[in-house]
Every structure is written in structure tokens, then in C-alpha cells.
Nanobody, 126 residues
Framework: QVQLVESGGGLVQAGGFLRLSCVVF????????MGWFRQAPGKERDFVAG????????RYGDSAKGRFTISRDNAKNTVYLQMNSLKPEDTAVYYC???????????????????WGQGTQVTVSS
């Protein structure tokens, strides 16, 4: 059974930073492309960042470019999202997700992701 467990969310002031973590269980992590999405109240779930099975492949949503960095540590079965220069509009529940196919490149497509975490709340105050 595949399980994704996020952590690292919280309350931060505008301009601050947070690092989200997601540990993956029940899957060969090193072969798995991973991603982060977010969903604000009343809005759709949006793509934030993705990383392929190889760290060479990364993709970012427009809101994340230049401020957020996705990375992975295969030894720890963990994917990270470093978020800098946070803005109030970054407030959302952040979800970690794993792509179904092995050896995939980074993907921004919601339909590529088969496994999801429970989400972690990020709140940015102005």
C-alpha cells in the first residue's frame, strides 16, 4: 500500500519561508516522479512543482518560479518543497503526489499522479 505523509506546514509571515517534506512508503521511491499541488478554499487544485525520477527533470508552476524549489533525497524516500518569499496568496493546503509510471519525467498534469498525501496547511499572514 502506497502512503504519502506530508509535514512542515504552518503559519508564517509574508516574506518568510517554509520547507515542506513528504515521505513515501510502499513504493520504489527512486523510480518515482513526485509533485506538489496546492488548493486554496473555493479554488481548484493547482500544480506547484514536480521532479522526475532523475533530479535533472523539474517543472514549476507560474506561482512557484523563482521562489520555490523542489528536491528529493532518495536515501530518505523524501521529496521537499522549499518555499521562500512567501505571499498571502500562497495560503493553501499543499499536497504531495506520486506519479503512477516508473522512471517518469517531472509532470504538471494532475492525471499523471496516482497517489496523494493528506495535505498540510500553509498560512501566510500579511
Amino acid at each position: 500500500q502506497v502512503q504519502l505523509v506530508e509535514s512542515g506546514g504552518g503559519l508564517v509571515q509574508a516574506g518568510g519561508f517554509l520547507r515542506l517534506s513528504c515521505v513515501v512508503f510502499g513504493r520504489t521511491f527512486s523510480r518515482t516522479a513526485m509533485g506538489w499541488f496546492r488548493q486554496a478554499p473555493g479554488k481548484e487544485r493547482d500544480f506547484v512543482a514536480g521532479i522526475g525520477w532523475s533530479v535533472i527533470s523539474t517543472r514549476y508552476g507560474d506561482s512557484a518560479k523563482g521562489r520555490f524549489t523542489i528536491s528529493r533525497d532518495n536515501a530518505k524516500n523524501t521529496v521537499y518543497l522549499q518555499m521562500n518569499s512567501l505571499k498571502p496568496e500562497d495560503t493553501a493546503v499543499y499536497y504531495c503526489a506520486a506519479v503512477e509510471a516508473e522512471f517518469a519525467l517531472a509532470s504538471s498534469s494532475y492525471s499523471d499522479y496516482a497517489y496523494w498525501g493528506q495535505g498540510t496547511q500553509v498560512t501566510v499572514s500579511s
